[in-house]
């Protein structure tokens, strides 16, 4: 339960303390919505979730980035998955980013770390749409997700 609340203070914290960093660093805050697909283990059953993050800018063509996140199998009885990831990824173009991310999940039940690739599409204005692919490096039953969705950035 600790480490439920620990997690859960760190996305409150992030969700509130981003758009105050936004303004000093050469980087932008994000926050997002997304949904797919878990396999392994036997099942291959829909998740949803959100994340908040931070991308800093390191130059006209790397960046790299942090993220807290929160994911929920919609089955009765999982538990919330909680999440701390950071990423490195090359912009290619002015609306597009493509990424390598890796970090730890957390649930009542089990630790493990996780690892993964993606890319995000700039819409117009400040929102985004992305895929993204992870890997989960369990002792009993590795899992990958396929996950889309969509934020805003400030």
């Known amino acids: 339960m600790k480490k439920i609340a620990l997690i859960t203070a760190a996305l409150a914290a992030t969700a509130f303390a981003t758009p105050a960093m936004a303004q000093d660093a ?31 800018d390191l130059g006209e063509t790397v960046f790299v980035g942090g993220e807290v996140s929160v994911d929920k199998v919609l089955v009765d009885g999982s538990d919330e998955l909680y999440g701390l990831t950071g990423r490195i990824g090359t912009k290619a173009g002015e609306s597009t980013r493509i990424f390598a991310a890796g970090g730890r999940s957390f649930t009542s039940g089990e630790d493990v ?15 985004y749409v992305k895929g993204e692919y992870r890997h989960f490096f369990s002792d009993f039953s590795d899992i990958d997700t396929f996950a889309v969705g969509g934020g805003i950035k400030f």
Not at 35 to 55: M, S, V
Not at 116 to 127: I, M, P, R, S
């Open 26 to 56: 050469a980087g932008e805050g994000r926050v997002e919505v997304r949904g797919g697909l878990a396999t392994g283990g036997g099942f291959d059953e829909g998740f949803i979730g959100a994340a908040a993050g931070y991308d800093f």
């Open 113 to 127: 770390w996780h690892a993964g690739l993606g890319v995000e599409q700039k819409l117009g204005g400040n929102f």
